[in-house]
């Protein structure tokens, strides 16, 4: 089973951040964490973000092994662009739009194995029951 994190509203181009996701895609998390430190592009940071957020979702709420991660699918949409004018020549106004975009990384892994409950936990339990 696959551990998503999303990203959504990220105040950069689509376009720009689908290129630096294209870098990682496919790789182990490990792999791509040391790669996108050392990309100089400012969209790496907020890739990086969404990788390390997936990474902590897969090991602290679905028992993963943050070791063995691998990177399954990431993906770069569109998101809400905000409508602006820039001041031109002769009085007019020239539209522009600030894009944003939502990024979304599915990790897979190897599951650690289930905890056996001890002795103390199961008199906890029964106490309660």
Known sequence: MAVKAESKGVRMSPRKVAEVAAL???RTVADA???LQ???RHAALPVLKTIKSAQANA????NYKAET????EI????????KRFRPAAMGRALPFMKRSSH???LVDGEQRPAKKPTTAT???EKKEA
């Open 103 to 105: 990024i979304r990384v």
């Open 24 to 26: 990682v895609r496919g």
């Open 59 to 62: 090991a602290h709420n679905h």
């Open 69 to 72: 991660l691998r990177i399954v």
């Open 122 to 124: 199961k008199a906890v």
């Open 33 to 35: 964490v040391v790669i």
């Open 38 to 40: 050392h990309t100089p």
């Open 75 to 82: 993906t770069v949409n569109h998101g809400p662009r905000m």
